[in-house]
Structures are given as C-alpha cells and as structure tokens.
C-alpha cells in the first residue's frame, strides 16, 4: 500500500546551524508533496511545498528537494532559531484530497 | 480570510453523550476534511466532502456522523463514543482539485 517514510523521528541542532528531514515515498504516482509544521498543541501549518515537475523550492530560509526517480524529497531549513521547534510532517498525494502522511520529526533549536 | 475556524476547543463527554464538533471557513474552498490526530500522530483522514457531498469515508466508525450543510459549514456529530477516541480532531479546507490543505486549530475531544 502506500507508505511514506519520514527520518529522523527526532533532531536537536543548535542555533543557527541547518537542519535536514528526508522521505521516502512508495507510489511513484504520488505528484504532489507538501510539508507542515505543527507547534505543541496548535494546528498543522502548511510551511512549503512542491510538485511532482520540479526538482526544487525555496521560501527564504526553507527549501524542499524532490528526487522522483529515487522517490526521496527533504525539507532543508538554514539559519534555525528556537521558533523553529516543532514537529514537521512531510506527505505524498496522488490522488486529490488524500495526503499520506509521514510520521512526524521533532526538531528542536537549542539556544 | 484565510482561517478555518473549529468549535469548541476543548470538549469532554461521557460515553453515552451526543455532541457535535463545528468547522467553518470563509476561503471559498468547496473541499472540507476531518482528521484524527493521537499523540505524536500524523494526522488520520476520516472524511472528505466535495461540493457539499460526501467523497470519501476511510472506513470511520459509524459513532462518528459528518455533516455538511452548507460550502462553509462541515460537522462532526459524535455518539456513543470510546474512551480510544479521545483525540485532537482537526478540520481542513482546500480548493476542489487543488491539493493544499488548510487545517483548523482542532477540537481536543476526551472520552470519559
């Protein structure tokens, strides 16, 4: 069935540096991959995404990578600060309204 | 207005209660989902509605009844639940065929 990996599960960088989160998809029809960031006890927050005919996105310190033939894409995050601690979760779409959805990494910015 | 609205925030209920859970949203979004979310989850998929008609049901226990009124009203009725079912419900919104999503900020439901 379909599936979608997420790694890490959890991950501490400090202040400033960048930080990285990697998926892995199953079906190859999937064509749409967004990301969303949801804080303790709020809503998930729709923070970047990207279509199956681009290889790359960017909005200021956030970036997203697809790799189709490898079924991989990662959401790259430079510069972090603390407001950036959360728990972000990628997912892949196929089929319009329904998102598989990874299971979450928590990302943590130490001061 | 870019906000999906939920009501109440919180809500506690006894097993044998009927209550209701209420989205709205002023986006113009012809789309509109529930979602379970437990603990350290990814948000589950319960319900999808499509022009205000019901398009997908992953299969979602009957005690839970979504509703669709209006293009900007979306409920959940809720009876006879489980203690398991204690959860945050999340409402979203999107554009029919456009795939972003736009969550609410949740109901967090706890079954006693």
């Known amino acids: 069935g379909e599936n979608v990996e997420q790694h890490p599960s959890t991950l501490s960088v400090q202040e400033g540096d960048s930080a990285v989160i990697k998926c892995t998809y199953s079906?190859?029809?999937?064509?749409?991959f967004p990301w969303y960031k949801q804080e303790l006890g709020k809503r998930p927050q729709l923070i970047i995404d990207?279509?199956?005919?681009?290889g790359e996105k960017k909005d200021q310190r956030i970036a997203v990578t697809l790799n189709k033939t490898a079924k991989h894409f990662s959401l790259h995050i430079t510069e972090t600060q603390p407001e950036d601690s959360a728990v972000y979760f990628c997912?892949?779409?196929?089929?319009?309204?329904?998102?598989?959805f990874g299971t979450g990494t928590r990302l943590k910015v130490l001061a | 207005d870019t906000e999906v609205t939920q009501t109440p925030k919180h809500l506690v209920m006894g097993m044998t209660n009927k209550k209701s859970l209420k989205c709205e949203q002023h986006?113009?979004?012809?789309?509109m989902y529930w979602y379970k979310q437990k603990a350290k989850k990814p948000p589950e998929l319960m319900f999808v509605?499509?022009?205000?008609?019901?398009?997908i049901n992953e299969s979602v226990p009957s005690r839970f009844s979504p509703e669709c009124p209006n293009s900007s009203l979306l409920n959940l009725h809720l009876h006879a639940l489980q203690p398991e079912d204690s959860a945050l419900y999340l409402c979203?919104?999107?554009?029919?065929?456009?795939?972003?999503?736009?969550f609410g900020q949740g109901t967090r439901l706890t079954v006693v």
């Open positions: 986006m113009g979004h012809r789309a």
């Open positions: 509605y499509s022009y205000e008609k019901l398009s």
């Open positions: 979203a919104s999107s554009q029919v065929g456009g795939p972003e999503a736009f």
């Open positions: 997912a892949a779409s196929k089929r319009v309204y329904k998102y598989i």
């Open positions: 079906d190859s029809a999937s064509n749409y």
């Open positions: 990207i279509r199956s005919n681009v």
